[in-house]
């Protein structure tokens, strides 16, 4: 079983910045494919940003340029470095696993970007 630990959510003034972290429990942290998601209240969950097992990643349009994931295979941990954030960026961020077809998630830490 793995476990994923999120922290370094908060609440942050439009164009502050954030770090999230994401540590993971077990050995299978460097064969997976890393990634965060985000929820807004009312809306779907969606992806923010994903990382590859050689450290290919991938944005959403939305957060391009100002986001940016990456990983500590020797800390088991993933980030995610959140600059120019807006107001719409306010959600639930998750961090998610996913190795040998099975998928896990972590419960998640709040980000309130407001003035």
């Known amino acids: 079983q793995v476990q994923l630990v999120e922290s370094g959510g908060g609440l942050v003034q439009p164009g502050g910045s954030l770090r999230l972290s994401c540590a993971a429990s077990?050995?299978?942290?460097?064969?997976?494919?890393m990634g965060w998601y985000r929820q807004a209240p009312g809306k779907q969950r969606e992806s923010v940003a994903g990382?590859?097992?050689?450290?290919?990643?991938n944005y959403a349009d939305s957060v391009k340029g100002r986001f940016t994931i990456s990983r500590d295979n020797a800390k088991n941990t993933v980030y995610l470095q959140m600059n120019s954030l807006k107001p719409e960026d306010t959600a639930v961020y998750y961090c998610?696993?996913?190795?040998?077809?099975?998928?896990?998630w972590g419960q998640g830490t709040q980000v309130a970007v407001s003035s």
């Open positions: 077990g050995s299978i942290f460097r064969s997976a494919t």
């Open positions: 998610n696993l996913r190795r040998a077809g099975y998928t896990y």
């Open positions: 990382i590859s097992t050689v450290g290919t990643t």
